[in-house]
């Protein structure tokens, strides 16, 4: 198959969120099959002859009732000398898969068989690749009991030309509950029965059974987090599954991650022929030996392949996700083809969930019967004092009802002077109001607010929003969204040079890497005033200037990447991992761009959990300045 309704550019880059797909369905049925489905198996051994490895040409092997170094495992013989004949492409003549094959006669005429534990009433599917040596060869399958005469018989004739498939299926009799599949060498060209008949990439058993298990990681999360999905696919039937699919949906309420769909362990573990999307929000993975873009490949049953292929891909929880549960199921299709008919198979993964918390301020989640959600960013958000800061404030509703009424107290601390207010509606000096009035459902108000630093500091502005429209915002009486600004009082200097990594040349005291995965960035700590501590992120080519409160984990802060500034002395220097799309979180763009505030919004919530975290450990050296 070819990714419909997808474009290069929906492959390549970020796409639709969980807000896109509001109207997919969220239920989820049970998983199947599970492994209580699944048939009793039966499967050949070594059925392409890849086992024991020979260096080259041919070589004479016992077989499987002479254990031991050098036996053929699975396959026995009829011949008296229990001896088996395995080539290595040999005189021109290349393995049908695989790089080994064998002749069906060593040095007698005989029977090469395998002999296999059966369910009366079972359909079993065989199929093997047979090619003459000398010429045109005659050989024969039959199936039945060991103990009788076969009461199946297959024969055929083929050249030298190339391989040539043969195929059909078998239903096992009433009361035989062990069954011989075996072959015999007919005429040969050479009139030699010893000499001819080349057999490879032979199966025999159930048909395709595909049990598919989905697992997330973690159990809980919160609006910005990822959430890693890994998506187990067995065969547990007796022959491989043709045309092997994956396909899964990006939740509602979270956002694809952009190149993390990939075959994490099994076949085509490098391939990258997966695709995204955005359209209809699906993952599509064609997966098994040989997967292409265009077409699945095969997966091997457990006897060959026990611990299957393993898929992952990542999503990031957006808002509109919070307080909800993210729910995901993935599906297979598959074909069973190596019988006499062609059938299309589906499998189901069990469903997962992981619970999201519920927004913080300014991120409220939407609800039933809509809400108000409030946001805002500072630019820049780390100054000097004197220095001019503009806090962008925007206010939206999500329906479904307009919201009329809409009034936003806004504060600031004392030590911010306010200038001018630009924006939708009317507002007035602080301490004052932001007049929006109605808000119809799906529209956005924005204000900009220029204000000067006066004074060192974790400085702020809260926004409170009310509505008189009951309901809007549902479960709340107001929303409240608040934005600080670093401001420090020292000169812009320099961190560790771009592209140099470590330390500054300025720093002293000890390192302290945590234990967290990703890329690290530089933090660096130290004591701006009694009560705060400001520390600054070095970011390959960037700085983020943090401010927050020494005495709390709950953290105000901004960030900054408009130049460079001067670590003070007695610093310490902490790892965080890299916060994800930061390159793109701190772009140049327009000011007051709806894009780049929600860069900037992702990139604080994200780094806000970063800080969070290491709350404890910036106390710990405050301690031991």
């Known amino acids: 198959m070819s990714p419909r309704n997808a474009d290069p550019a929906a492959v390549a880059s970020p796409t639709a969120t969980g807000a896109d797909l509001r109207d997919q369905p969220t239920s989820s049925v049970p998983q199947f099959p599970t492994l209580q489905d699944v048939p009793k198996q039966v499967a050949l051994i070594n059925g392409g002859f890849e086992e024991p490895k020979i260096t080259g ?8 009732t002479r254990p031991g170094d050098g036996s053929v495992p699975g396959w026995q013989t009829t011949a008296s000398d229990h001896v088996i004949e395995i080539w290595h492409s040999r005189r021109g003549v290349p393995a049908a898969g695989g790089e080994q094959f064998a002749e069906l006669n060593a040095n007698e ?36 009991r060991p103990d009788r005469r076969p009461n199946k018989t297959w024969t055929f004739t083929d050249g030298t030309a190339e391989w040539v498939s043969h195929a059909d299926s078998y ?96 076949p085509g573990q490098s391939s ?36 299957g292929v393993n898929a992952q891909f990542q999503v990031q929880v957006e808002r509109e996700g919070a307080g909800r549960t993210i729910s995901q199921q993935a599906t297979a299709t598959y074909d069973s083809a190596r019988g006499d008919t062609e059938e299309h198979l589906t499998s189901t993964s069990n469903p997962t969930s992981v619970a999201v918390a519920p927004a913080a301020d300014g991120e409220a989640a939407e609800g039933e019967a809509g809400r108000l959600a409030a946001t805002m960013v500072t630019d820049p958000v780390s100054a000097t004092v004197g220095e001019d800061v503009t806090f962008h404030l925007a206010v939206s509703n999500h329906g479904p009802a307009q919201a009329t009424g809409v009034i936003v107290t806004v504060q600031l601390s004392a030590d911010l002077e306010f200038v001018s207010a630009a ?42 929003v009310t509505t008189d429209r009951a309901g809007v915002p549902d479960r709340t009486t107001h929303v409240i969204a608040t934005a600080a600004v670093a401001v420090c009082t020292h000169a812009k200097s320099a961190c560790a040079a771009h592209g140099e990594g470590g330390a500054p040349a300025t720093q002293t005291g000890a390192d302290a ?39 709390t984990g709950l953290c105000q802060f901004g960030c900054a990447y408009d130049g460079w500034h001067e670590q003070p002395a007695h610093s310490r220097s902490v790892l965080i991992p890299a916060v994800a799309d930061a390159s793109h979180a701190m772009w140049h763009g327009k000011k007051g761009s709806k894009k780049r505030a929600k860069h900037h919004r992702r990139f604080l919530r994200e780094l806000a959990s970063q800080v969070h975290a290491l709350s404890r450990q910036l106390a710990e050296m405050n301690n031991d300045r």
């Open 272 to 307: 990258g022929n997966g695709w995204y999307d955005s359209t209809t929000g699906q993952l599509t993975l064609p997966l098994g030996q040989g997967a292409t873009a265009a077409q699945g490949g095969t997966l091997p049953s457990t006897v060959d392949l026990p611990d």
């Open 171 to 266: 239903k096992v009799p009433a009361g035989q509950t062990v069954t011989r599949f075996a072959f015999e060498a007919g005429t040969t060209a050479t009139g030699n029965p010893t000499v001819g008949n080349f057999l490879d990439d032979i199966v025999f058993g159930t048909a395709p059974c595909v049990v598919v298990t989905a697992a997330a990681e973690p159990e809980s999360a919160a609006v910005g987090d990822t959430i890693t999905y890994t998506v187990n696919l067995k065969n547990h039937g007796g022959i491989p599954a043709e045309n092997l699919i994956l396909r899964d949906a990006v939740p509602a309420g979270t956002s694809y991650v952009p190149g993390s769909l990939k075959i994490e362990n099994g």
């Open 109 to 144: 005429s005989s029977a090469l068989y395998q002999d296999l534990e059966t369910t009366p009433g079972t359909t079993l599917y065989w199929s093997l690749r047979h090619r003459g040596r000398e010429g045109d060869d005659t050989m024969s399958v039959k199936i039945g």
């Open 513 to 551: 890497d945590l234990p967290l995965s990703g890329d690290a960035v530089q933090m660096v700590v130290a004591q701006a005033r009694q009560d705060q501590t400001a520390f600054t992120v070095c970011v390959p080519g960037r700085t983020v200037h943090l401010m927050a409160p020494a005495n």
């Open 423 to 464: 924006g939708t509606g009317t507002y007035g000096r602080p301490p004052g109001e932001w007049v929006i009035g109605d808000l119809p459902a799906g529209d956005t108000a924005e204000l900009q607010l220029h204000t000067t630093a006066t004074a060192p500091g974790a400085l702020s502005v809260t926004a409170i």
């Open 57 to 64: 040409g041919n070589q004479m092997l016992h077989d499987a």
